[in-house]
């Protein structure tokens, strides 16, 4: 399982995808991260690993200012209603603690227990920002660049209209 930013940047460069990293002092939500995030090119992600009552684990990666309406995003993924997993199940399953969690967590998901849904503004955009699995730090890839990332771990991304669900 890889917990070291340096190991996830040397995957990167196994698969051939180009990034730009960028270390700071941690963030733990979107609020801190605001003056840094100005500063830094490309959308930029808040992520959050759900589970629901039957153990089905969603993690989301949503742009960081988007509005997420949990009690309507259960619907729309088929679920039963979800809530925010443990921070023991951050560790077991994707290798990440809270403040931490992240896209580029999907690596250490091997057996594909978690399901991969990006919010629709984020899955647009040309460029995304993400943890190296630390929130000590920021990296950046092209929109392409991820999906190929995402699929090198077996992972499909499913992508959810948010602001579809607050109109609901």
Known sequence: MMTEPDELLGYLE????AYDAAWHEPIFTVEEGRALKASLA????????LKDKAGA??????????????NRLHKALG???????????????????PGSVTGFALVNDAELRVRFVM?????EADEVNFHPLRNTGTVR????DFRKFVAATGHEVEVVDFAALADE
């Open 14 to 17: 196994t698969l051939g995808i």
């Open 79 to 97: 679920t039963k209603r979800l809530s925010f997993a443990s921070e023991a199940v951050l560790g077991e399953v994707l290798g990440v603690t």
């Open 141 to 144: 890839v092209s929109q392409a």
């Open 119 to 123: 919010e629709r503004t984020l899955a």
């Open 57 to 70: 684990l969603v993690l989301v990666s949503a742009e960081a200012e988007a509005g997420l309406r949990l």
């Open 42 to 49: 490309g959308a930029h992600s808040k992520n959050l690993l």
